[in-house]
């Protein structure tokens, strides 16, 4: 059972332009999200984050909105960069839970050309 | 550097051998976690500690693995009588309030 869903294995972009990264969620429980950006070999490491009582935030590049009527949050980067070519993971955390685990989405990689 | 810290980073063993790993956390933050990544897939969840208390286990952790975080300090991850479906990357990660810091990973490789 996916929680978390990321139904773009693949995305690829130009240099310059936004990338837009999809992400479903299935359990209503969820009130954190987290993306995280992975390099290979490397571990995740964390991007950005949104509270379900918002539907936006922003730093600098990356913008990450969330849409709770859906079940939907996106991640935008504008504008995208040949560095920004990685693996990006969508992740929630259960509010009903007090162990503070993960549910991450399988990943999109992201290939920004120059 | 005060980050995650995971050894080793690569792991090749010969099925039906054990291995150990190592995760040093952040030193202020008690929640530690193990997370194991599949090619293609986003890390799932392994076990959980808070101190040196582990709270929980996920149903894909057999009772060929084991994990213990002795005075809440690092943690060891041992796998015993590996299999080739062990093959992935572990990982651990700690965290303060809701964000969880990684660590680089151990790659398993069961030959």
């Known amino acids: 059972d996916q929680q978390v869903k990321q139904n773009s294995p693949s995305l690829s ?9 999809n992400c479903d969620y299935t359990n ?5 999200f987290l993306w995280y950006k992975k390099y290979p070999a490397e571990g995740p490491t964390f991007l950005i984050s949104i509270s379900s009582i918002k539907d936006k935030n ?8 969330l849409n709770k009527s859906a079940k939907h949050l996106s991640l935008h980067i504008v504008p995208s960069q040949p560095g920004d070519s990685a693996v990006y993971f969508c992740a929630a955390y259960d509010g009903s839970s007090n162990t503070g685990k993960l549910i991450f989405g399988q990943g999109t990689t992201l290939q920004v050309k120059p | 550097d005060t980050g995650v810290s995971q050894n080793p980073r690569h792991k090749i063993t010969k099925r039906g051998q054990n291995v150990t790993f190592r995760c040093d ?7 530690l976690y193990w997370y ?13 500690f808070q101190n040196e208390a582990q709270l ?15 005075k809440g300090s690092f943690s060891t991850l041992e796998i015993q009588r590996t299999e080739q479906g062990d093959s992935a990357m572990y990982l651990c990660a700690s965290s303060s309030a809701r964000l969880a810091f990684f660590g680089q990973g151990t790659r398993l490789t069961v030959v």
């Open chain 1, 58 to 65: 922003e730093d600098g590049r990356f913008t990450v909105f």
């Open chain 1, 13 to 21: 972009v130009q240099e310059g332009r936004i990338s837009i990264l």
């Open chain 2, 36 to 48: 194991r990544q599949t090619l293609g897939q986003g890390p799932e969840f392994l076990t959980y």
């Open chain 1, 28 to 32: 209503s429980m969820f009130d954190y």
């Open chain 2, 25 to 31: 956390p952040i030193s202020e933050h008690n929640r």
């Open chain 2, 56 to 70: 929980e286990k996920s149903r894909l952790l057999s009772d060929r693995f084991s994990a213990e975080r002795p």
